[in-house]
């Protein structure tokens, strides 16, 4: 089956601090996978996305690299800020079962100034 | 595009009561998805619809459960005899059709259930 395995937080960095953020998945043929960041009081965000092994997705200084031979997408970021403190899903979506997302259980990020 | 839009967004009723949640996907996207998101965990799939049809549901989706999409565009995803356990965030995301297409979600509605 499809799941999707994330490092339990809380994460907390100073300002300015690399972040990584570890994700493994498990699935059937070759899934989508994905970044979602969810801020106090709103809804998920797709931070990033790839969807195909060596892909790399990229926003707003993150990164992550779809690594099929060791199932990883771990997301990085070189140097944090205080806004980007929340809680960070990993996701992977089914390629061939209309769409349906896996979640990882979440990360919270916590960024001291 | 104003997102999707969850409606209300907080609710809090006594066990046994029935709620309806209203969720208005982002007009151009023909999939509505409902996953149910509890504290500390990630959201869970509850639900699917290709415009009016409903094409998945979960085995978490007891048949005190029911969502509909009676025209393809906005949904409703009704709970009657609550229990303190259906506490939780419900979120609705829709999407475009397509396999890489990512969900779009709203801010969700929380139930508690006293």
Known sequence: GNSVTQ?????????????????????TGYPS???????????LQLLLKATKADDKGSNKGFEATYRKETTSFHLEKGSVQVSDSAVYFCALSGRYNFNKFYFGSGTKLNVKP | DTGVSQDPRHKITKRGQNVTF???PISEHNRLYWYRQ????GPEFLTYFQNEAQLEKSRLLSDRFSAERPKGSFSTLEIQR?????????L????????????????????TVT
């Open chain 1, 7 to 27: 490092m339990e937080g809380p994460v907390t960095l100073s300002e300015e601090a690399f972040l990584t953020i570890n994700c493994t998945y498990t699935a």
């Open chain 1, 33 to 43: 996978l994905f970044w979602y960041v969810q801020y106090p009081g709103e809804g």
């Open chain 2, 22 to 24: 209203r969720c208005d």
């Open chain 2, 38 to 41: 509890t504290l500390g965990q």
């Open chain 2, 82 to 90: 609550t229990e303190q356990g259906d506490s939780a965030m419900y």
């Open chain 2, 92 to 111: 609705c995301a829709s999407s475009l059709e397509g396999n890489n297409s990512p969900l779009h979600f709203g801010n969700g509605t929380r139930l």
